[in-house]
């Protein structure tokens, strides 16, 4: 039984108070160092030029997505941004590479064509077990590309393999707070290289 269960009640205000505290506690489970570790590659990865490359599935998917965005938009650098791609993006492209090879090779096909040795993969998954995301880090890592896992769960096979992690602490199946979560890491992320990027220029 997850822990949502366990809370679970059919008084409204009751539940949301109990959701919410209960995200609090996940959230405060974060270590700050993998943290500070992933802001350090994204910066290394700006000064080299490398290009970031971002995936996921479903909610993840979204989160991807949303990460490129407030990375290579929002940080709002033109001499020096942030080269960041979302391979969740392409509606056509998934759906052909889906189609042609099979669906655990919608994120590998894409790395073969666009990655380089240096450049940096990021998988966001809850469970760290989606077989397409473990495929493109394995190819990532026999290529010279660096990876970081974004997890919750256990943290699954992806948090085994990746050369970093943020993991945050939830209980199985636990989505919601998981995926809660990770958007959190995004905004916090995103907000200190904004602003550091506006004090540096």
Do not use: W
């Not at 940080?75 to 759906?95: G, H, M, Q, W, Y």
């Not at 026999?142 to 948090?159: M, N, P, Q, S, Y």
């Amino acid at each position: 039984m997850t822990h949502l269960n366990q809370l679970f009640t059919r008084d409204t205000v009751e539940f949301s108070r109990r959701y919410i505290t209960y995200l609090s506690d996940v959230l405060v489970g974060i270590n700050h160092d993998e943290v500070a570790r992933f802001i350090t590659t994204l910066l290394d990865a700006r000064s080299s030029r490398a290009t970031v490359f971002f995936i996921g599935n479903g909610g993840s998917a979204a989160t991807a997505s949303h990460f490129a965005n407030d990375l290579a938009i929002g940080t709002n650098c033109d001499e020096k941004p942030f080269r960041v791609i979302s391979l969740t993006d392409n509606v056509a492209i998934l759906t052909a590479l889906g189609n042609d090879f099979g669906y655990e090779a919608i994120f590998i096909r894409q790395l073969r064509v666009l990655a380089n040795p240096g450049d940096v993969l990021v998988g966001i998954s809850a469970s760290g077990n989606s077989p397409n995301l473990i495929k493109a880090f394995e190819y990532a890592k026999a290529t010279g590309i660096k990876t970081v896992a974004i997890t919750a769960f256990d943290g699954g096979k992806l948090k085994r393999i990746a050369d970093d992690c943020i993991h945050v602490p939830t209980g199985p199946k636990e989505y919601g707070p998981a995926e809660d979560a990770h958007m959190v890491l995004d905004h916090l992320i995103g907000s200190y290289l904004i602003r550091l990027v506006k004090e540096d220029d």
